[in-house]
């Protein structure tokens, strides 16, 4: 599924790196750990995740995430913004908590870690 | 994106190619004195519907199917091709760039221009609208074909590099307690060890396990290196601090275990996860650590047909 019909579907606010929406969700992971998330998303992953510092920009580019989902409408520090616009990296905000979006996500037909 | 930049590729080549690159230089043509009543056999066999008639190699008309016609609704037996054909001919010249060919396409409608050498004034070639379109296919390809082999080269040549013995070193300062650059110098590496042509496996076991060591270096000291080295059979990251040490090198490597403040663990650091991520995507670490002096921590990973681990 496209990062773009999984926005519209969600109806999450893009902020950043909006020319990357056509990129493929393979799956999805949800974390605040970084080294958690390292360990565990694979490539074209989702991330739903509450951290807005610009590390979280870091580790979805190392393990070259589809993007990042910030729950409970937490908006990005502006540090992270400027870094995901340089890392090509997309971030989405959603107003509901991480169950919700995560429960949305996997009514989608997205699944995570199990393959 | 991908179709932009394609695009541009088609309207470079446009510009770059010339009209004899891709125009048809084995013409069928006809001379002034060909009879008129031959014209149908050589349309039929050639399957065309005109041709350029050519008097000692230099063009002087075309001949067209519609003048064909014309030639036998007015039932004049013994005309020859010199006497029906177009004389006002519009021509393209080969040294003329692709895009000419495009524009005159465009603009009159006709469906081919014959191709005359700009010096001699010899006809060369004819092109069509097909044949502007394969053209810049074929260049497309070659292109295409060019990369790949440049590609698959830039591959060889480090391959050739380490084979003699050589080693390549990368070295990379690291700011302690400073979260703003966290990651900097593992994507710098990554992109260094990805324009080397490393397979993409490899690239991203080197990446991870060069973050997490970063990382520990910016949470726990006052700042480090790393050091990178490329042989033949291996690629090894050695990170080095300064202070101030690992106690207990055992508790540090079980999972869970973390000194890091409260802070630091609010970012998502400082899980406990850290070592036990680089020892799985490596083929070898080693701790070497004196509290109060510092850390040295040696990650080495098999390239050679290594392990496809984490």
């Not at chain 1, 989702?46 to 393990?63: E, G, M, P, R, Y």
């Amino acid at each position: 599924m496209k990062l773009a019909e999984v926005v519209d579907e969600l109806d999450l606010k893009v902020r950043t790196a909006g020319g990357a929406l056509e990129r493929e969700v393979r799956g999805g992971y949800a974390s605040d750990l970084m080294s958690d998330v390292i360990a565990h998303a694979e490539p074209g992953y989702l991330w739903v995740t509450l951290q807005i510092h610009q590390n979280v920009v870091a580790v979805a580019s190392l393990k070259e995430l589809a993007g990042i989902v910030l729950v409970n409408g937490r908006e990005p520090e502006e540090a992270t913004v400027e870094r995901a616009e340089s890392e090509n990296i997309p971030i989405m905000v959603s107003p509901l908590p991480a169950f919700d979006v995560i429960g949305q996500l996997y009514g989608l037909g997205m699944a995570g870690g199990t393959d | 994106m991908a179709q932009d930049r394609k695009t541009t590729k088609t309207q470079e080549l446009v510009y770059e190619m010339k009209v004899d690159q891709a125009m048809t230089r084995d013409v069928v043509t006809v001379g002034p004195e060909t009879p008129m009543s031959r014209l149908r056999e050589v349309f039929r066999e050639q399957r065309i519907s005109g041709a350029p008639v050519v008097d000692d190699d230099r063009l002087v008309g075309i001949i067209s199917l519609e003048d064909f016609i014309e030639w036998l609704y007015a039932r004049e037996e013994n005309s020859v091709v010199g006497a029906k054909m177009t004389t006002d001919v519009d021509i393209l010249f080969g040294d003329e760039p692709l895009v000419h060919a495009v524009s005159r396409f465009a603009e009159s409608g006709f469906g081919r221009f014959a191709v005359v050498d700009r010096a001699s004034g010899r006809l060369v070639g004819v092109i069509t609208k097909g044949d502007v379109v394969a053209g810049l296919l074929r260049k497309l390809e070659v292109d295409y074909h060019e990369e790949e082999v440049h590609r698959y080269q830039a591959g060889r040549l480090l391959e050739d590099i380490l084979a003699v013995g050589t080693t390549l070193c990368f070295e990379y300062q690291v700011e302690g307690q400073n979260f703003d650059r966290g990651g900097e110098s593992a994507s710098r590496l990554k992109r260094t060890l990805k324009g080397l042509g490393l397979d993409p496996g490899t690239v991203r076991r080197v990446a991870i396990a060069a973050y997490e060591a970063e990382m520990n270096v910016i949470v726990f000291t006052d700042g480090g290196r790393i050091d990178v080295r490329i042989d033949r059979d291996r690629i090894t990251v050695d990170v080095a601090d300064s202070g101030p040490g690992i106690p207990d090198i055992e508790k540090a490597l079980q999972p869970g275990f973390s000194t890091a403040p409260q802070w630091v663990r609010d970012l998502g650091f400082g899980a406990g996860m850290g070592l036990d991520n680089i020892r799985n995507c490596s083929d070898d670490l080693e701790i070497e650590s004196t509290p109060g002096e510092g850390t040295r921590v040696t990650i080495t990973f098999l390239t050679g047909g290594a392990s496809e681990a984490g």
